[in-house]
């Protein structure tokens, strides 16, 4: 039974006064937990049974697994040796998987990941000891001989500024009343500038990339790390799994919270399961650090909850507590409260109830400011969605329906980069919907209400054009880069320079960009689509480099 039914099935069955109250405070959301936590309904015993996960070990479906991957080609047999252990209860089934994979890393001079296996080995034997030694003389010689070797850091690249440390010192932080907190240009900017360099504080993957992504940093795994108890999620190393804190949570239940579809609400779950009951009941983490860090639960507690500013209808409150009931049960069933409870209670503990309101307060700061992670597949060199993220420096940015950044994202680390010339003064400015050149006013409009706010960005004032309905050429008196004046002319010679390199190509069309802003009258088509290449070209250029 999904969460929605739930409510649908207790909907105004008592205390009428409280599920029809659109009031909405703390002190309200109080009142709706500790009403919710009375139903029956509301225990989710079966629900949460981890006795009977789906997520359980299967030693049996691992050795069907094995067997399959003993006859597969090289690559194949590392991802079924990865979903192999993954199954695996610990003991000797485990083990012999986990030496048969520790050699065929070796095999691949993926020394450092061969020695993990070795040590996840439970009884080790006197030649897995001596295969250690070996192993880590062959890794200890691999990095001297790639000690001469240096990679250049995104700190290379941008200068950060000294209060907002994610941001460039290309950008001045402004407020208002009506707009908040926003960034603009101390300095002109061109197009290709990284503008942003950020670590998601909290990301989810999408379920369908469980099985080849880390749980933790969300980057495509080869060498699967499985959690020691469930087969709901793999790591990429040993230490995403040490990080991912939060997991202990969600142990053994993680399809069932797939399953009651919390959506981005779950990162609510993760920030709270990520720190010990004792961390969230000093609330030394409401207080602002001075410098803004992305890193600080205190900048994430205090970002943009719009609690209280919205007309929100009372069954929205109320499907939202009970959300928050959900992931208050999900914390009981795991202990995380003390001694796992044998019998669930219809009341809350004052620590319960403390909990659950913050549970609210951040299941308002992820919907108002969460990010979509993407990835390059270099398969069909297509960017596609596989989770979500909180990006606590990111959200200070605002909406504009012509946006003038974009990012490239390597798992939980945006870089975030002008694909226009901004110019000093002028305001960095995100996109929460499709933008003007994809998707008319009137439907961004119904995406833009949901975020608590109407859009007057100058594409929907003045009702800019979709795609389809633009000039497909510059017109004479806007004179530009010689004959280059068509869509289909630029992209064909944009193409031609690829020949000569990515970084050749990204010049090109920056510098096709920076003569534009100077040329060219907004909105253009010709433009817009230069700037969707300049995209395209960082991701290809970043995407694996950082």
Not at 15 to 27: A, G, I, K, T
Not at 114 to 122: C, V, W, Y
Not at 216 to 245: D, E
Not at 474 to 482: F, L, M, R
Request: charged share 30%.
């Amino acid at each position: 039974m999904s969460l929605q039914d739930i409510f649908n099935d207790i909907s105004l069955t008592k205390d009428v006064s409280v599920w029809e109250s659109d009031v909405d405070s703390v002190q309200e959301n109080r009142k709706r937990l500790q009403l919710l936590i009375t139903y029956s309904e509301c225990k989710f015993e079966n629900v949460l049974d981890r006795n009977k996960s789906v997520g359980r070990k299967n030693n049996k479906l691992s050795e069907a697994i094995l067997k399959k991957a003993c006859s597969a080609k090289k690559s194949e047999c590392l991802r079924l040796l990865g979903q192999a252990i993954g199954f695996a209860s610990p003991g000797p089934t485990k083990d012999s998987i986990l030496r048969l994979r520790s050699e065929r890393l070796k095999e691949m001079e993926m020394y450092r990941e061969s020695l993990e296996d070795l040590d996840e080995i439970k009884n080790k034997t006197s030649k897995d000891n001596e295969i250690c030694r070996i192993t880590g003389k062959l890794l200890e010689s691999l990095h001297q001989d790639q000690g001469g070797e240096s990679f250049p850091e995104t700190g290379d690249l941008m200068k950060r500024h000294p209060s907002f440390e994610q941001f460039s010192e290309a950008l001045e932080v402004k407020s208002s009343r009506g707009a908040g907190r926003y960034m603009t240009a101390a300095r002109d900017i061109n197009p290709g500038e990284i503008i942003a360099d950020e670590t998601s504080y909290v990301a989810l993957l999408d379920r369908k990339y469980s099985r080849d992504h880390c749980d933790y940093c969300l980057k495509v795994t080869v060498y699967a790390v499985p959690c020691a108890n469930c087969s709901s999620v793999v790591f990429c190393s040993v230490a995403c799994r040490k990080q991912a804190t939060y997991h202990a949570a969600e142990c053994m239940v993680l399809d069932q919270i797939f399953r009651a579809e919390t959506e981005v609400w779950h990162l609510a779950l993760r920030i709270i399961a990520s720190q010990p009951l004792e961390y969230w009941l000093n609330e030394s983490y409401k207080k602002q650090a001075d410098v803004y860090s992305s890193k600080d639960t205190s900048t994430v507690y205090n970002l943009v909850t719009h609690i209280g500013e919205a007309e929100t209808p009372a069954p929205v409150l109320m499907k939202e507590s009970l959300t928050a009931v959900f992931f208050l049960r999900v914390l009981q069933s795991s202990g995380y409260f003390g001694k796992k409870c044998n019998k669930i209670r219809l009341e809350l503990s004052k620590e319960e109830l403390m909990i659950g309101t913050l549970l609210l307060h951040f299941m308002r700061v992820v919907f108002y400011n969460s990010h979509e992670v993407t990835e390059l597949q270099p398969e069909t060199q297509k960017v596609v969605k596989v989770g979500v993220c909180l990006n606590p420096t990111l959200a200070l940015i605002n909406h504009s329906c012509d946006p003038n950044y974009a990012r490239v994202v390597n798992g939980r680390r945006p870089l975030a980069f002008a694909t226009r010339l901004i110019k000093k003064g002028e305001e960095v400015q995100d996109v929460y919907s499709p933008t003007f050149f994809m998707l008319n006013r009137r439907d961004r409009l119904e995406i833009t209400e949901r975020y608590n706010f109407n859009c007057i960005c100058p594409a929907c004032r003045d009702d800019w054009p979709t795609e389809q309905n633009m000039r497909n050429r510059v017109e004479q008196s806007e004179s530009w880069i010689g004959e280059l004046n068509d869509v289909a002319r630029l992209e064909e010679h944009l193409k031609q320079t690829l020949s000569s390199g990515l970084d050749t190509s990204l010049k090109e069309v920056i510098d096709v960009l920076i003569e534009s802003r100077i040329k060219i009258k907004h909105p253009n088509k010709l433009v817009l689509k230069a700037e969707g290449l300049l995209h395209s070209l960082l991701w290809r250029r970043y995407a694996k480099n950082f």
